[in-house]
């Protein structure tokens, strides 16, 4: 393995067709969601996470023991990236010059991974924001609000995120859209290879339903049913939001970012909410989507999804959290 390609985008942002169609290149390997540098990054982190042993604490004392070493901090990050190419390499089993790292949620961690990876190749796909909470409804949350608190972070410090990231990452990385990828995928596909430094082939946008990777993370409803490109997917959102509430919920939400953000991403804000307000809605359904988004609302200042998850506290109650 020569050095691994990361894909930065929001979650439902089309990363996992990108992925495959990579995959079909014989030079680059990939598993379906590595997630393995996130942890690695928070390790001297004070906040992010929750253990039974003193999270904060103890990332305050890895940092203090990270910077005594002769180089500092440089000297950890150093040692990250020996760690982690030796696991992307195992996955390199035909010798591929590429492991590509597909984990949307990456975007924490951007400045983190271009300390450990300054020459790593970076792609960031955007997709049109109103499209991304349209497929998070339909595929995480069952086709109403209820799910929408879980996906905050996701939706309003992403993109910031991304667009930040970008901009630091610009010289050294590519940027493409999904609309573009599902409109013309030859074409974005083959620019990829061109900054790449590698051939395209015309089977990578053919073949990709072909590749198969192992893991449960990803796009749970991609991979199995997307055979082919479509732009079908383009207009699928204005089927999502198509009450009174839904259509007052979205248009909220993208007056509230900043169009810096959206320009940044290749969005023009003015026309995504023209857009918006084309919108046909009816009254029908709005009793049910108040009711949620007032469940999404508590759920979210009260983060009872942390207190009362069954995974959480199945553990907590049997830990003290100090």
Not at 82 to 101: G, M
Not at 284 to 291: A, Q
């Amino acid at each position: 393995m020569k050095t691994p390609i990361f894909i930065f985008s929001l979650p439902r942002a089309g990363s996992t067709l990108l992925q495959r169609m990579l995959m079909a290149h014989p030079e680059i390997c990939s598993h379906a969601e590595p997630w393995i540098l996130l942890p690695l990054c928070r390790l001297n982190k004070s906040e992010g996470a929750v253990a039974d042993y003193g999270y904060s604490i103890g990332a305050s004392a890895i940092s203090e023991f990270t910077e005594s070493l002769p180089n500092g901090s440089d000297d950890f990050y150093k040692e990250l990236r020996k760690f982690s190419d030796s696991l992307y390499a195992k996955h390199c089993k035909n010798d591929e010059r590429f492991f590509l790292d597909k984990t949307p949620r990456y975007y924490y961690i951007i400045n983190e991974i271009k300390r450990i990876y300054p020459d790593a190749k970076f792609i960031f796909l955007f997709r049109n924001p109103v499209h991304v909470m349209s497929s998070m409804i339909n595929t995480w949350s069952n086709g109403n609000l209820k799910g929408l608190y879980a996906y905050q972070n996701d939706l309003c410090f992403g993109p910031v995120a991304l667009s930040e990231g970008f901009n630091l990452l610009k010289s050294n990385s590519i940027a493409v859209n999904y609309e573009d990828l599902v409109s013309d995928p030859n074409l974005v596909v083959n620019s990829i290879c061109h900054y790449l430094d590698i051939k395209y082939y015309d089977s990578m946008c053919l073949d990709f339903s072909k590749q198969v990777f192992n893991g449960r993370m990803g796009d749970p409803t991609g991979v199995s049913d997307y055979k082919s490109v479509s732009i079908k997917t383009l207009d699928k959102w204005k089927l999502t939001f198509n009450t009174h509430v839904r259509k007052k919920l979205i248009k909220k939400y993208i007056s509230s970012m900043d169009e810096k953000v959206l320009e940044v991403q290749g969005y023009d804000k003015s026309k995504v909410l023209q857009d918006i307000d084309l919108l046909n809605s009816s009254f029908r359904g709005c009793f049910t989507d108040i009711f949620h988004l007032l469940y999404c609302t508590v759920v979210w200042l009260t983060k009872a999804n942390i207190f009362f998850g069954e995974t959480v506290k199945r553990w907590a109650s049997k830990k003290y959290l100090s």
